[in-house]
């Protein structure tokens, strides 16, 4: 098949995607059969840590760190849906920032452990959690990992991976037969993907390098052995003060609207936190229990490194 500009094939599933939009220096393209939207050409790795990196002396990232009661409350109803599927108590969050989700599962009695390839994330953590924290490569999990896990969670990663496919093969190779992968992304079906356009927040060129549907996501996670994967609606404990400062880089025009406008809203609803779904999906998938399965599962054929980010 011969690409130009307008048409090339996903790397997903190899179907022909379309342009989507441009936005700053990116260009974005979706396969309409699976809504899969993907960076023509994604950020070199050493520029992604760059602005993560600067993001969280002055950025987005800055604001994460500093909100910990509402990413703790974000948490917690996540672990009791993976405590209901988890066959064990360990534990592996990957990209796991400054280990708020590692703090909240502590709590829930699991054995725990990070990897994050941000130091200065790292840096910010608990020091009751920062030394369970590994700097590294999610993508090199299973050269880096002797032990098994019981279940590996990545909210807000996988959107940020230069290959996805290895990424999901490297978490199922660390699993325990039976273990739980929990993982959060952007739904391209949300409805305010449709009404925003290219200005949809989701649409980050220097974080995010595909961005999936529900379906398109499923597929996928089935194609590297997973199974029994269950989706629904993602929801984080937010306040309407912080869901503005997030915007400050996505959608600078409506950050700009809202602070000008701010004074209208008493200042008690403005800090009171609720949970919203801002158009994100939550799965939790299982690696069978059936060794037979494994040889049915194709092997990554390329490297691929990540970065991560958060809202």
Not at 59 to 69: F, L, P, T
Not at 104 to 126: M, P
Not at 159 to 184: K, N, T
């Amino acid at each position: 098949m011969t690409e130009t500009p307008q048409e090339l094939q996903c790397p997903i599933n190899q179907r022909p995607a379309n342009l989507y939009c441009n936005k700053d220096r990116a260009t974005y393209y979706i396969e309409p059969t699976s809504a899969i939207i993907f960076q023509r050409e994604v950020p070199p790795i050493a520029q992604m840590l760059e602005y993560a990196n600067a993001e969280y002396f002055a950025g987005v990232y800055k604001n994460y760190a500093s909100a910990r009661n509402l990413k703790i409350a974000t948490a917690r109803p996540r672990l009791e849906t993976i405590k209901k599927l988890a066959p064990g108590k360990r534990l592996l969050d990957v990209g796991c920032a400054t280990g708020f989700f590692l703090e909240a599962a502590a709590e829930q009695g699991f054995d725990v452990r990070g990897v994050e390839f941000s130091s200065i994330a790292i840096s910010l953590a608990r020091p009751g959690i920062r030394e369970r924290i590994v700097c590294g490569d999610v993508n090199g999990l299973a050269k880096q990992e002797s032990t098994k896990f019981d279940v590996v969670s990545a909210f807000d990663i996988i959107e940020h991976v230069q290959d996805p496919s290895r990424f999901l093969l490297e978490i199922r190779e660390i699993l325990v037969p039976g273990g739980i992968l929990a993982l959060s992304t952007p739904d391209t079906e949300h409805f305010l993907r449709y009404v925003m356009a290219s200005k949809w927040p989701m649409l980050q060129p220097m974080q995010h390098t595909f961005l999936f549907s529900r379906r398109g996501l499923t597929a996928l996670l089935e194609s590297c052995g997973y199974t029994d994967a269950a989706v629904e609606k993602a929801r984080k404990v937010l306040t309407v003060d912080y869901l503005a400062e997030q915007l400050a880089a996505t959608n600078p025009a409506m950050h700009s609207t809202y602070r000008r406008l701010r004074w209208l809203i008493p200042p008690l609803l403005r800090d009171h936190p609720f949970a919203v779904n801002i158009g994100e999906m939550f799965i939790c998938a299982r690696k069978p229990r059936a060794a037979s399965h494994e040889s049915a599962v194709a092997q990554p054929t390329k490297d691929g490194s990540t970065t991560e980010a958060m809202v």
